[in-house]
C-alpha cells in the first residue's frame, strides 16, 4: 500500500540529547491539535517532517532526526532502496514542512542513504528503516538547525502513545493521527489510524511531543509488513532494534 516508489538512538545512550528546537519559529499551524484516537487530525505542517521528492512529484515521507552532524534524515528503507537485488535512489530531494504546494523551508538535497544490510540484501521487512543526509546548495545552515530535530528511541518496547504523520500521494498536505502502538509480530510495530495511503512510508512515529513544537522521540518510521501495510486505517513500522541503533550510531559518528 505504501509503496509508492521503490527506487525510490534519542537511542537510549549516556549523555543522549533531548528534542532540539527549530531555530526558526514554526508558524500558527504547527500549534497542537486534540484528536480521537485512531482518527485523522488537523494538518500539522512541522518542519521536522516533510516530503521526499523524485521527478517532482513527492512519494514518501521523512523527518529530520538529532544528529551531530544536524543533517540526518529518517524514513523507510524502501523508500531509498529497492531491497534485494536493487540499488539506492538517487535525484531525491526532501521538503521540510511541505504543505499546499508550498516548501516554506526550501528543497533539500539527499545524499548519502544507508540501509541495513538485511534490507539491501534480502527486502527483510523486519529492517525497513532507512537514513540518508540532506543539503541545501548555498545555504551554510543545517538542516536540524533551521528544522529542529526529534531524537531517536530504539529497544523501547512497543506499546507507545503515538502521533503519526505522512504525505498521501493524493494530498498536498500532511496527514497526522494519535493512536496507540501495540505489537504486530516478533519484529514489527502496528498502529490503527485512518487514511494512511500510499506515499506515507516513512512517516515518523513520534511520542512524547512538545505540544507547541511537536518535536519528541521517534519510534518507528511507516514500514515492515507489507511495506507500511495493505490497508490505510493500519500502518506497520520495523521495530527499532540494535540494527537500526547501529546503523543510527554510524551516520551519527560522521560529525
Same mark, same amino acid.
Given at each position: ?89 538517487? *535525484?531525491? !530531494?526532501?521538503? #521540510?514542512?511541505?504543505? @499546499? /504546494?508550498?516548501?516554506?523551508? +526550501?528543497?533539500?538535497? &539527499? ?87 500510499? *506515499?506515507? !512510508?516513512?512517516? #515518523?512515529?513520534?511520542? @512524547? /511531543?512538545?505540544?507547541?513544537? +511537536?518535536?519528541?522521540? &521517534? ?37
Amino acid at each position: 500500500m505504501r509503496r509508492a516508489l521503490l527506487l525510490v538512538l534519542c537511542v537510549v545512550l549516556t549523555g543522549c540529547s533531548t528534542a532540539s528546537n527549530p531555530a526558526e519559529t514554526a508558524d500558527e499551524d504547527t500549534a497542537a491539535t486534540v484528536q480521537v484516537e485512531g482518527a485523522p487530525a488537523a494538518p500539522r505542517y512541522n518542519p521536522a517532517i516533510g516530503a521526499l521528492f523524485a521527478d517532482g512529484t513527492h512519494y514518501c515521507t521523512a523527518s529530520v532526526v538529532h544528529s551531530g552532524p544536524g543533517d540526518l534524515l529518517l524514513t523507510a528503507a524502501h523508500c531509498l532502496h529497492d531491497g534485494e537485488g536493487g540499488e539506492y535512489a538517487s *535525484g531525491i !530531494s526532501f521538503a #521540510p514542512g511541505y504543505h @499546499d /504546494g508550498v516548501a516554506p523551508y +526550501g528543497y533539500w538535497d &539527499v545524499t548519502n542513504p544507508q540501509v541495513p544490510a538485511g534490507w539491501a540484501d534480502s527486502s527483510d521487512p523486519d529492517l525497513d528503516v532507512g537514513f540518508a543526509t540532506a543539503h541545501q546548495a548555498g545555504n551554510a545552515k543545517t538542516l536540524e538547525s533551521v528544522t529542529g530535530a526529534n531524537t531517536l528511541l530504539a529497544s523501547g518496547g512497543f506499546a507507545h502513545t503515538i502521533t503519526l504523520t505522512g504525505y498521501p500521494d493524493a494530498r498536498e498536505t500532511p496527514i497526522v493521527c494519535h493512536g496507540t502502538s501495540s505489537q504486530a509480530d516478533t519484529y514489527q510495530m502496528r498502529v490503527d489510524c485512518a487514511g494512511f495511503t500510499t *506515499g506515507t !512510508s516513512g512517516g #515518523p512515529w513520534v511520542v @512524547d /511531543g512538545d505540544p507547541v513544537t +511537536g518535536l519528541g522521540t &521517534v519510534v518507528g518510521v511507516i514500514g515492515g509488513y507489507l511495506y507500511g501495510g495493505d490497508d490505510p486505517d493500519t500502518s506497520y513500522s520495523s521495530y527499532f532494534d540494535t540494527d537500526v541503533a547501529t546503523l543510527y550510531r554510524k551516520m551519527d559518528a560522521r560529525g
